[in-house]
């Protein structure tokens, strides 16, 4: 079993910038892939951002690329996600998950991730 907890959601203007954080317990942290997903009221939970558990490849969904940098200690059992240039439409449920899987295409799935956490607000005003 793996824990997960965000932290560091809010309200911010558009243009600013929020560092998301997902703390996690239990199984080893460094075993599992991690990412974050976002959910728009009245929208499907959507892939934002993911890294592997050896390399800490980044993956990033194209509407983030640029703007959103994931981030991962694994001595710490820490996942991150800095967002800057925030704009409207990110606002959203932040959730951070884990995975088995190892890489590619498998990490933008959100079927592929066993663990999640409550997620966080982010709110982006105009």
């Known amino acids: 079993q793996v824990q997960l907890v965000e932290s560091g959601g809010g309200l911010v203007q558009a243009g600013g910038s929020l560092r998301l954080s997902c703390a996690a317990s239990g199984r080893t942290f460094s075993s599992y892939a991690m990412g974050w997903f976002r959910q728009a009221p009245g929208k499907e939970r959507e892939f934002a951002a993911a890294?592997?558990?050896?390399?800490?490849?980044?993956y990033y969904a194209d509407s983030v690329k640029g703007r959103f940098t994931i981030s991962r200690d694994n001595a710490e059992n820490m996942l991150y996600l800095q967002m800057n240039s925030l704009k409207p439409e990110d606002t959203a449920i932040y959730y951070c998950?884990?995975?088995?899987?190892?890489?590619?295409?498998?990490?933008?799935?959100?079927?592929?991730?066993?663990?999640w956490g409550q997620g966080t607000q982010v709110t982006v005003s105009s």
């Open positions: 998950a884990a995975t088995m899987a190892g890489s590619g295409v498998a990490l933008l799935r959100r079927n592929n991730y066993g663990y």
């Open positions: 890294i592997t558990w050896s390399s800490g490849f980044p």
